[in-house]
C-alpha cells in the first residue's frame, strides 16, 4: 500500500500508528496492496474552510474523504484493483475535544476518524439507519481487531 500521512496541524499526532491502522483496514478489507491513500491533518481553519467548499457546512468538521477511483472493497479471492483511493482529512483539534466527550484517548478518537475515512472512501455511508449500523458496525470490528493485532501501543 502507499499510504502518505501528513500532519500539517499544529497538534502532535502519530502519524506512525495511523499509518499502521490504514494498512490495516484496507488489508481487511481486501483493498489491492498498489492502491493509493493520502491522510492530511490540519487545524480546524483549514478545515473549516474545506467543510464549507465541499459540504456547504459552517465550522470545521472532525474528518473528510475525498474518494478518486471509486474503488469498493474487494475478497479474499478478488481484491479490488490497484487505483487511487482517495485523501481523507482530519482535524485534530475536532479529535481532541470529542475525544474528550467520548472518554478515551485523543489518538483512539484519530484511528476511528481515520477508519470512518477509509470506509468512506471504500462506498460505505451513513445517511440511512441500515447504512449506518453496516457502517458503525464494520468500523468498530476493524478497530477491535486492529487493536488486538498492534503490539506497537
Partial sequence: ?????????AVEVDEAT?????????????VHPEA???IVFVDEA?????????????GPTDVLSFPM?????????????????????VCPQVAVAQ????????????LLLTCHGILHLLGFDHAE????????????EILAAFAASDTSR
Fill in 18 to 30: 495511523i499509518q499502521r491502522l490504514a494498512t490495516f483496514a484496507l488489508d481487511q478489507m481486501h
Fill in 1 to 9: 500500500m502507499s499510504i502518505e500521512v501528513a500532519n500539517e496541524s
Fill in 46 to 58: 483549514a478545515m473549516e474552510q474545506l467543510h464549507v467548499q465541499w459540504m456547504d457546512e459552517p
Fill in 36 to 38: 493509493e491513500l493520502a
Fill in 99 to 110: 475525544a474528550a466527550t467520548a472518554g478515551h484517548s485523543p489518538l483512539d478518537e484519530m
Fill in 129 to 140: 439507519p441500515d447504512d449506518e449500523r453496516e457502517m458503525f458496525g464494520l468500523q468498530r
Fill in 69 to 89: 477511483d471509486e474503488l469498493r472493497p474487494g475478497t479474499e479471492d478478488e481484491p479490488t484493483p490497484a487505483g487511487l483511493l482517495g485523501d481523507i482529512v
